[in-house]
């Protein structure tokens, strides 16, 4: 008989042994040092989280500067050092106390509601977890008290006691994590290398510095700063100024502002155009009550508002700030605090899908300066002319030096072994049209007005202080796009009954899902109904797709709901389709087209939204300034 182990208890004992002789597990209170280290393996879990945890706590005790110095990628020294209100000796004891805070306070009733939270943190454990996995020294200073000290070691705390405090204000505190997981060595095996841990302490920070533009922040590794960023004023402009900072100058410069409210629900928050974007999603920012979080949907909502302005595989730029109720957002859902759970998550994602594409359709035509400086990038100015004795010797000729093509003979006895160059055919030469166009006053028209059509693809254009360089075939396509999509919107969509109904088989929750958005789907042209338990009947699909595969369109839809809890699959695929059609009727490259067909290009272009960029995420036009075009020709 082969014995068996209780995986409860450890013990080993025969599986057909009688359970008046098994024996019974015991049931043990675990020690606080162990209760706190499993703890910190929740809330601290590498370096950047004790960071995160301890300047939220500033933040929270409202400090304006906030300095932070990190050794070996904080695994050695974390310093936090801020001017907030500060505790006294006795406060300091009870910080460390599991599940002690200042930030929640019971009602009139006795009860603690935890769904109305307005601080940062609320948990109570992070102080303690720190310091039962390493050696933290708490300094601090209350406003009409004496500084004092708390030293704690894997959760054995000496003091308090007298201290000098050298914070940077009358009140503050400071904190010295020193040789985090010492307690718990097992740990360190799964940190990653230095610069991998000091890369995730700064991100932390410029999370936390986005969202508190009023507040100054530090950092310093190994002794190096790594960033300053000062104290930006109140309102719109100092939080994009912030914005810049961090995310860089091509973001303030190229970003639109959001504004928007809802039910109770309030979007601010920056968004770049779409021709600012990224290969990846590293540069989108989320906050929810001043919270940096992390959110499948949210990231989704992104995705959703730009999905016709951009290539699948680009990524847009955006810092946005949601803002509502405590009560109708749930922050207690991981120790991490970095995931939330809406009330009313449609709303908040209907807000944000509208918000951003009335802000991108305010830009208009606009494009991000980035595309002219990417083309003033490629454009190499020729090489200067050589200097040597060879060319010094030279003679001048007049007051001017006009160039010369060199005869045929120049080669003949050279020395050089070459043969002269064949005559150029000039058949095959750059096609460019310039046409008289009537004078037309430039500061009036952003675009400019056209003076002339290369290679009968591109366009080119006046302004009044520098020139436009529009790709014909990309502008008309957005053109035709953004008109199709208001046809739709003014006709609603047409269907097509299906002569035999399609049935797809489903999950029942699968078939829940969908049959729960029946009306919605029934608005772009999709009929379904059910088809007993676990099936779904499909009567009628948009006619705009003509033959389509409804069952394969279904399963996808019913991903998306369990997925996202909405579905984009239909839509995008409206407009995948619609921008092929587009495509296919637009102006094609090659084509010339003369100085009316020209400006009229331009002026709609002028008139219509997102005409900056084609439908997938190329610049429509490029703008040079005068003084750039000077540069190119050392003018300037």
Same mark, same amino acid.
């Given at each position: 008989?082969?014995?068996?182990?209780?995986?409860?208890?450890?013990?080993?004992?025969?599986?057909?042994?009688?359970?008046?002789?098994?024996?019974?597990?015991?049931?043990? *209170?675990?020690?606080?040092?162990?209760?706190?280290?499993?703890?910190?393996?929740?809330?601290?879990?590498?370096?950047?989280?004790?960071?995160?945890?301890?300047?939220?706590?500033?933040?929270?005790?409202?400090?304006?500067?906030?300095?932070?110095?990190?050794?070996?990628?904080?695994?050695?020294?974390?310093?936090?050092?801020?001017?907030?209100?500060?505790? @006294?000796?006795?406060?300091?004891?009870?910080?460390?106390?599991?599940?002690?805070?200042?930030?929640?306070?019971?009602?009139?009733?006795?009860?603690?509601?935890?769904?109305?939270?307005?601080?940062?943190?609320?948990?109570?454990?992070?102080?303690?977890?720190?310091?039962?996995?390493?050696?933290?020294?708490?300094?601090?200073?209350?406003?009409?008290?004496?500084?004092?000290?708390?030293?704690?070691?894997?959760?054995?705390?000496?003091?308090?006691?007298?201290?000098?405090? %050298?914070?940077?204000?009358?009140?503050? %505190?400071?904190?010295?994590?020193?040789?985090?997981?010492?307690?718990?060595?097992?740990?360190?095996?799964?940190?990653?290398?230095?610069? @991998?841990?000091?890369?995730?302490? @700064?991100?932390?920070?410029?999370?936390?510095? /986005?969202?508190?533009?009023?507040?100054?922040?530090?950092?310093?590794?190994?002794?190096?700063?790594?960033?300053?960023?000062?104290?930006?004023?109140?309102?719109?402009?100092?939080?994009?100024?912030?914005?810049?900072?961090?995310?860089?100058?091509?973001?303030? #410069?190229?970003?639109?502002?959001?504004?928007?409210?809802?039910?109770?629900?309030? $979007?601010?928050?920056?968004?770049?155009?779409? %021709?600012?974007?990224?290969?990846?999603? =590293?540069? =989108?920012?989320?906050?929810?009550?001043?919270?940096?979080?992390?959110?499948? /949907?949210?990231?989704?909502?992104?995705?959703?508002?730009?999905?016709?302005?951009?290539?699948?595989?680009?990524?847009? /730029?955006?810092?946005?700030?949601?803002?509502?109720?405590?009560?109708?957002? #749930?922050?207690?859902?991981?120790?991490?605090?970095?995931?939330?759970?809406?009330?009313?998550?449609?709303?908040?994602?209907?807000?944000?899908?509208?918000?951003?594409?009335?802000?991108?359709?305010?830009?208009?035509? *606009?494009?991000?300066?980035?595309?002219?400086?990417?083309?003033?990038?490629?454009?190499?100015?020729?090489?200067?002319?050589?200097?040597?004795?060879?060319?010094?010797?030279?003679?001048?000729?007049?007051?001017?030096?006009?160039?010369?093509?060199?005869?045929?003979?120049?080669?003949?006895?050279?020395?050089?072994?070459?043969?002269?160059?064949?005559?150029?055919? !000039?058949?095959?030469?750059?096609?460019?049209?310039?046409?008289?166009?009537?004078?037309?006053?430039?500061?009036?028209?952003?675009?400019?007005?056209?003076?002339?059509?290369?290679?009968? %693809?591109?366009?080119?254009? =006046?302004?009044?202080?520098?020139?436009?360089?529009?790709? =014909?075939?990309?502008?008309?396509?957005?053109?035709?796009?953004?008109?199709?999509?208001?046809?739709?919107?003014?006709?609603?969509?047409?269907?097509?009954?299906?002569?035999?109904?399609?049935?797809?088989?489903?999950?029942?929750?699968?078939?829940?899902?969908?049959?729960?958005?029946?009306?919605?789907?029934?608005?772009?042209?999709?009929?379904?109904?059910?088809?007993?338990?676990?099936?779904?009947?499909?009567?009628?699909?948009?006619?705009?797709?003509?033959?389509? #595969?409804?069952?394969?369109?279904?399963?996808?839809?019913?991903?998306?709901?369990?997925?996202?809890?909405?579905?984009?699959? $239909?839509?995008?695929?409206?407009?995948?389709?619609?921008?092929?059609?587009?495509?296919?009727? @637009?102006?094609?490259?090659?084509?010339?087209?003369?100085?009316?067909? /020209?400006?009229?290009?331009?002026?709609?272009?002028?008139?219509?939204?997102?005409?900056?960029?084609?439908?997938?995420?190329?610049?429509? !036009?490029?703008? $040079?300034?005068?003084? #750039?075009?000077?540069?190119?020709?050392?003018?300037?």
């Amino acid at each position: 008989m082969m014995p068996a182990r209780d995986k409860a208890c450890g013990l080993v004992y025969c599986s057909a042994m009688p359970d008046s002789v098994r024996p019974k597990p015991q049931i043990r *209170r675990l020690p606080p040092d162990v209760v706190n280290r499993i703890a910190a393996g929740e809330v601290v879990e590498r370096p950047a989280a004790a960071v995160k945890e301890l300047v939220e706590n500033a933040l929270d005790a409202g400090a304006t500067r906030v300095s932070i110095a990190i050794e070996e990628g904080g695994l050695k020294r974390i310093t936090i050092e801020d001017d907030g209100c500060g505790m @006294s000796a006795d406060d300091l004891l009870v910080a460390l106390e599991r599940h002690a805070t200042s930030k929640l306070a019971p009602g009139a009733d006795g009860h603690v509601d935890l769904l109305n939270i307005h601080t940062m943190g609320f948990r109570g454990e992070a102080l303690p977890s720190i310091g039962s996995v390493s050696r933290m020294t708490l300094t601090s200073r209350a406003a009409g008290e004496d500084a004092a000290d708390v030293f704690v070691e894997a959760g054995r705390i000496e003091g308090p006691r007298p201290a000098a405090f %050298t914070g940077r204000g009358e009140t503050g %505190t400071r904190i010295e994590v020193r040789d985090l997981f010492h307690a718990t060595p097992a740990r360190l095996k799964f940190m990653k290398g230095e610069r @991998s841990e000091t890369m995730a302490v @700064s991100d932390v920070v410029k999370r936390l510095a /986005m969202a508190n533009p009023a507040v100054a922040f530090s950092l310093e590794s190994n002794g190096r700063s790594l960033f300053r960023h000062a104290a930006e004023a109140d309102g719109e402009a100092g939080q994009l100024a912030r914005l810049g900072a961090i995310m860089g100058r091509d973001f303030r #410069d190229n970003a639109v502002a959001i504004d928007a409210e809802r039910e109770g629900v309030r $979007l601010k928050g920056f968004a770049g155009l779409p %021709t600012l974007n990224r290969g990846n999603a =590293q540069m =989108q920012f989320m906050f929810v009550n001043g919270r940096p979080v992390k959110d499948r /949907m949210l990231n989704g909502v992104i995705r959703a508002a730009y999905q016709d302005f951009l290539a699948r595989d680009r990524h847009p /730029m955006a810092a946005l700030f949601v803002e509502l109720d405590p009560e109708y957002v #749930d922050v207690n859902v991981h120790p991490a605090k970095t995931e939330v759970r809406f009330r009313d998550a449609g709303n908040v994602r209907g807000l944000m899908i509208g918000a951003l594409r009335h802000s991108l359709a305010a830009a208009g035509h *606009r494009a991000s300066t980035t595309v002219a400086g990417f083309a003033l990038g490629r454009a190499k100015p020729e090489a200067p002319m050589p200097t040597g004795a060879l060319f010094a010797s030279r003679p001048a000729t007049g007051a001017g030096y006009a160039y010369q093509p060199p005869r045929p003979e120049t080669y003949e006895g050279s020395g050089f072994g070459e043969t002269p160059p064949p005559p150029f055919d !000039y058949s095959d030469a750059p096609t460019g049209r310039v046409e008289a166009v009537p004078e037309m006053p430039q500061g009036d028209f952003p675009l400019g007005v056209a003076r002339a059509q290369l290679h009968e %693809t591109y366009i080119v254009a =006046q302004t009044a202080d520098g020139i436009v360089i529009v790709d =014909q075939h990309a502008a008309h396509e957005r053109l035709v796009y953004e008109d199709m999509k208001r046809q739709m919107a003014a006709g609603g969509v047409k269907r097509q009954a299906l002569l035999i109904p399609d049935v797809v088989e489903l999950t029942e929750d699968e078939a829940s899902r969908v049959l729960e958005r029946a009306d919605e789907l029934a608005e772009l042209g999709l009929e379904i109904e059910a088809f007993g338990a676990g099936a779904v009947c499909v009567r009628a699909t948009p006619a705009l797709f003509g033959e389509m #595969d409804a069952i394969g369109l279904i399963r996808d839809l019913a991903d998306d709901f369990a997925e996202y809890d909405a579905g984009l699959a $239909l839509k995008e695929r409206f407009e995948e389709v619609m921008g092929n059609m587009a495509c296919r009727g @637009s102006v094609r490259a090659g084509r010339r087209l003369n100085s009316d067909e /020209m400006n009229a290009l331009l002026r709609q272009m002028e008139a219509t939204p997102h005409s900056g960029q084609c439908n997938h995420g190329r610049p429509t !036009y490029v703008e $040079l300034k005068l003084a #750039d075009v000077e540069r190119l020709f050392g003018r300037r």
